[in-house]
């Protein structure tokens, strides 16, 4: 790839850089397919200003990618491990802990609608989140792309977390009069903590059972149910959905929806079957 001159740059139009900071800098050119698959590979080394450009950088460099059939499969694994957090893990609970996990409903649909804007929307989102699970005692233990996964050493302060940020991005408003409404899911196990974070079946369940949610609503596990015994908090009742087989999980989970003042309780059918 010939490396671009002054005057080749300056002509051309800011759409073709992938970045270009408050300063008006412009970085990783994307205006054709050698310079897209170059600034794939740079991405790690450039310093952006905040993690809202960031994403925009990002998301400009995915689209490029796309519009010359590139499929880039080592810069989104990178980008999975990059974007994780690296906290304490001295700090994490063990033993029996409660899982909650998130996700935001039509993440693709509003990306495509909202464009550059959707990483605004995304770092907002993320922050309601991480001030309900810090309120509550929790520990961030993953953020990556739209999903949210925390741990508590009591499923009594995951659920009153996942009410909290539930009524906070309720009362929001978002770009465009779209709607943004995040799923959750909280569930109950014994995990082993390695050098990774979390590994176990628990992991999976909770995953699974926030991906049957919709947007707006909480599932609990039947295991996290049985773990709180009285200990729900004040207000709070658990209504009972039935049993379902989650995808990969050997046996049947009762799920139960959270009912709370302030958040949505009717919704369609679990998407997931019986």
Not at 225 to 241: E, I, N, Y
């Amino acid at each position: 790839m010939a490396k671009l001159t002054a005057s080749e740059r300056g002509k051309l139009p800011d759409r073709a850089f992938a970045y270009i900071d408050s300063k008006g800098n412009r970085r990783l050119p994307i205006h054709d397919e050698a310079h897209v698959r170059n600034a794939l590979a740079r991405f790690e080394r450039v310093t952006f200003e905040d993690d809202a450009a960031r994403e925009r950088a990002r998301q400009r460099l995915l689209n490029a990618a796309k519009r010359f059939g590139i499929v880039p499969v080592g810069f989104i694994t990178r980008q999975i491990r990059s974007e994780r957090s690296s906290p304490d893990l001295s700090a994490f609970p063990t033993g029996t802990v409660a899982f909650l996990l998130t996700d935001i409903e039509g993440s693709t649909g509003l990306l495509q609608q909202l464009g550059d804007a959707y990483a605004g929307v995304l770092k907002d989102v993320r922050a309601v989140i991480r001030a309900a699970v810090r309120r509550n005692g929790g520990h961030t233990v993953d953020a990556r792309a739209d999903e949210y996964f925390a741990v508590f050493e009591r499923p009594a302060a995951a659920i009153q977390a996942a009410i909290e940020l539930q009524r906070a991005l309720g009362e929001r408003s978002w770009p465009r009069d779209l709607e943004c409404k995040v799923r959750a899911g909280v569930h109950t196990g014994r995990p082993m903590l390695t050098d990774a974070g979390y590994v176990g079946l628990a992991v999976h369940t909770v995953a699974r059972l926030a991906a049957i949610a919709h947007g707006g609503q909480i599932l609990v596990s039947g295991k996290a149910r049985t773990a709180m015994r009285r200990s729900l908090p004040p207000g709070v009742t658990l209504r009972a959905l039935g049993r379902y087989r989650l995808a990969g999980i050997p046996q049947l989970e009762a799920v139960y929806q959270v009912e709370a003042a302030g958040l949505a309780t009717t919704f369609p059918v679990l998407r997931v079957m019986r």
